[in-house]
């Protein structure tokens, strides 16, 4: 089994968690943040845009069922990355679409799903998402892991 991390924002991180949890060779997903400029931050602070942070989700998968570019081709398919800093009813620097890469590799086929994705100009606009190497993640309260399991009332429309 070979073990690999990846990190993805993509807009709230609750839907993106439950989103990565149906992947066969995803093993396990933490919610948290990544990519601002203070340390510790608080969910209060990240959605008002306060910490610089993106809202992310860590993806352990097993690269011998699922490979990253599998992954990163899905993040494209989870969420509309051609709007600027904002998912539905989310705006702002936390809701922006981000691939944090944690190699070269890693960065290499980020770049190619988002070439990919533009390629097939589902939008008719290009992606916006930014392509960034990873730095610290910052593990999100309790409350917000697995909240859709937690919490699936508050997501149905019906």
């Not at 209060?44 to 992310?56: N, R, S």
């Amino acid at each position: 089994m070979k073990i690999q991390k990846a990190y993805f924002a993509a807009g709230s991180f609750w839907e993106v968690q439950a989103s990565y949890e149906e992947i066969e060779g995803v093993l396990a997903t933490r919610v948290g943040y990544m990519g601002g400029f203070m340390p510790y931050p608080k969910h209060q602070d990240v959605v008002k845009g306060f910490t610089g942070h993106a809202q992310t989700v860590e993806v352990l998968f097993n690269e011998d069922e699922v490979s990253y570019r599998e992954l990163a081709d899905y993040f494209f398919e989870i969420h509309n990355p051609t709007t600027l800093n904002c998912q539905g009813p989310d705006e702002g620097t936390a809701f922006r679409s981000v691939l944090f890469y944690l190699n070269l590799e890693q960065k290499t086929q980020a770049l190619l799903a988002k070439d990919f994705f533009d390629a097939e100009n589902i939008y008719h606009k290009p992606a916006v998402t930014h392509i960034r190497p990873a730095d610290k993640f910052y593990i999100a309260e309790e409350e917000h892991q697995y909240f859709v399991e937690k919490h699936p009332e508050l997501l149905s429309f019906g």
